[in-house]
């Protein structure tokens, strides 16, 4: 009899574990995907009006899968995302996926820059874990609003196994990217989210989910960037390029202590002349000077139509000017050196 009983509470101990639901947290930064507005068939509406709270409530199929902590990071549109709440949010995501019983993170954040955050987060979590961005292009209010199976795909993305050790990803519109790579390609399509250099790496359709390729540049658990004692980041700017551009710009960024700037150059990141002169005159001055492109696909490479060398320029490879933004602002954290911030732009 005793034997029995040891032998049902063994049994009783390894289905508890055996079939215990993840915990996923979900920390809310705002966005349309916390939006609402007065009518279900008017475009205006008020980014991150929405709790989280009210937002896993909202789609109650994720606690099917997962026992789901919500967390408010912050609640603003993501075009006011800054530097605090980016320390915030990675620095509690490295606190909860050191826990061993939380399993991932989503981040529900809003579209407009969700990019650079999932970016950052991607160069500066420490985890294999999954870490999954979500947000939504039509309000919670609005008429087929695209938020709640968003963030039932996100949850299920967050649980699968095969995340794990793939960095920060992107669900949107049944697509899964990686962090690197997306990018936001329409303002109001909700099949906006793209990779254009690499393509997605995967889908997930109605929760299930289906990989088909593994970012290779390095990321989270292979970062050299710590963010862990920061308070704030070195203030970089990005400048766009056309004919009869001017280098005024580019003094006013100086002026105004940037650490680095990032020209969004045309074509393969070429320069109008008197902005490459400002730009040449900023390296002088310590001013850490990346060449990007304003084109959309393809990389901006090394000693093309520029002479890198003789400027003390850096080219952006395949990162898009508000991609290496953020990379830029990271490796000031660690060296001015053009040389070594070079080689981050190859290895990122
Ligand atoms: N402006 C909004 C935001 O980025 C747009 C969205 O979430 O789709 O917060």
Redesign the pocket.
């Known amino acids: 009899m005793r034997l029995i009983k040891k032998i049902a509470l063994l049994l009783l101990v390894f289905c508890a574990f055996a079939f215990a639901k993840p915990t996923i947290y979900i920390l809310a930064t ?4 916390a ?1 609402a507005g007065d009518s279900e068939i008017k475009s205006s509406y008020s ?2 009006a929405v709790t989280v709270d009210k937002l896993i409530a909202a789609v109650s199929a994720i606690n099917e899968i997962a026992v789901i902590k919500g967390e408010q990071i912050s609640s ?4 006011e995302m800054n530097n605090k709440v980016w320390l915030k949010l990675a620095k509690r995501v490295n606190e909860l996926l050191a826990r061993k019983d939380v399993e991932g993170i989503v981040i529900t ?6 990019e650079e955050s999932a970016y950052f987060l991607h160069l500066t979590a420490k985890s294999k874990k999954p870490i999954v961005f979500v ?3 039509r309000s919670g209010t609005s008429m087929s609003a695209d938020g709640p199976m968003n963030l039932y795909n996100a949850v299920n993305v967050a649980v699968n196994k095969e995340s794990a050790g793939k960095g920060v990803l992107v669900v949107m519109n049944d697509e899964i990217h990686s962090a690197r790579d997306a990018t936001k390609t329409i303002t109001t399509s909700v099949q906006t989210f793209a990779s254009p250099n690499s393509g997605k790496i995967g889908t997930v359709f109605y929760g299930e989910v289906e990989y088909f390729m593994q970012p290779v540049k390095a990321h989270t658990i292979n970062s050299e960037f710590d963010i862990s004692k920061l308070e704030n980041l070195p203030r970089v700017d990005i400048l766009f390029a056309h004919p009869e551009d001017s280098g005024v710009f580019v003094e006013a960024a100086v002026n105004a202590s940037a650490k680095g700037i990032i020209h969004a150059g045309m074509g393969n990141g070429n320069l109008f002349p008197s902005t490459q002169e400002a730009l040449a005159k900023a390296v002088k001055d310590g001013v850490a000077v990346v060449r990007s492109s304003r084109v959309p696909n393809g990389a901006t490479t090394l000693e093309g139509e520029v002479n890198d060398k003789e400027f003390g320029f850096i080219a952006s490879n395949s990162l898009s000017a508000q991609k290496a933004r953020v990379l830029l602002m990271l490796g000031l954290t660690k060296t001015s050196d053009t040389k070594e911030l070079q080689k981050l732009f190859l290895k990122y």
Not at 30 to 33: D, E, K, P
Not at 76 to 79: D, K, M, P, T, V
Not at 109 to 114: A, E, K, N, R, W
């Open positions: 705002g966005g349309t995907i939006g980014a991150g603003i549109g993501s075009q954040h809003g579209t407009d820059t969700m947000g939504a292009m």
